[in-house]
T-cell receptor, first 114, second 115 residues
Framework: QQPVQSPQAVILREGEDAVINCSSS?????VHWYRQKHGEAPVFLMI?????EQKGHDKISASFNEKKQQSSLYLTASQLSYSGTYFC???????????????FGAGTRLAVHP | EAQVTQNPRYLITVTGKKLTVTCSQN?????MSWYRQDPGLGLRQIYY???????DKGDVPEGYKVSRKEKRNFPLILESPSPNQTSLYFC??????????????FGEGSWLTVV
């Protein structure tokens, strides 16, 4: 049930773009994205609901493809501060309740260098 | 300031000695949750709670208990800790769950070592 994140790691130069994917084999109710820096708590980035919506947060945006049960996180013109591990968390679509159970991917390590 | 506060932040304990990790939020949030984080496995949900006296199992509830007697507090109880429960634990909260309009706030984490 754990969503699959790809790639596992990315190395960028400042200003380059990156895409991180999160795929599930189950029908999803929502997808969350978080960034975690080493030794710190995860920081919430955004929630996407089924319906194919796209959201943005500064130069970080995400989409949710309901047909593929896949979400992608887009990091444009990367900055040094973008370095960290990115996690997607998925909540399954269930008939009654239970959609507040979050299952996280293993994470994608992103390193941005000058 | 919006906060999720966990205590203790660091703990070394012995196998079988009951311990409680406290979690408190000051945002009047309905939803609270516990996670453990282990290298290569990411975050795994232990338990979550939608409101007072309403709790449910996450992905890895074995060996843990929780209670939600007050809205602001959601303690994690290890009745008989074992070495495989050595991990980094996070408490989190949000206004009303994992749906639209929610921001999930995490505590700073509690490093637990069981020897």
């Amino acid at each position: 049930q754990q969503p699959v994140q790809s790639p596992q790691a990315v190395i960028l130069r400042e200003g380059e773009d990156a895409v991180i994917n999160c795929s599930s084999s189950k029908a999803l109710y929502s997808v969350h994205w978080y960034r975690q820096k080493h030794g710190e708590a995860p920081v919430f980035l955004m929630i996407l609901l089924k319906g194919g919506e796209q959201k943005g947060h500064d130069k970080i945006s995400a989409s949710f493809n309901e047909k593929k049960q896949q979400s992608s996180l887009y990091l444009t013109a990367s900055q040094l501060s973008y370095s960290g591990t990115y996690f997607c968390g998925t909540a399954l679509e269930v008939v009654s309740g239970g959609y507040n159970k979050l299952i996280f991917g293993a994470g994608t390590r992103l390193a941005v260098h000058p | 300031e919006a906060q999720v506060t966990q205590n203790p932040r660091y703990l070394i304990t012995v196998t079988g000695k009951k311990l409680t990790v406290t979690c408190s939020q000051n945002m009047n949030h309905e939803y609270m949750s516990w996670y453990r984080q282990d290298p290569g496995l990411g975050l795994r949900q232990i338990y979550y709670s939608m409101n007072v006296e309403v709790t449910d199992k996450g992905d890895v509830p074995e060996g843990y208990k929780v209670s939600r007697k007050e809205k602001r507090n959601f303690p994690l109880i290890l009745e008989s800790p074992s070495p495989n429960q050595t991990s980094l634990y996070f408490c989190a909260s949000s206004l009303s769950g994992t749906g639209a309009g929610n921001t999930i706030y995490f505590g700073e984490g509690s490093w637990l070592t069981v020897v």
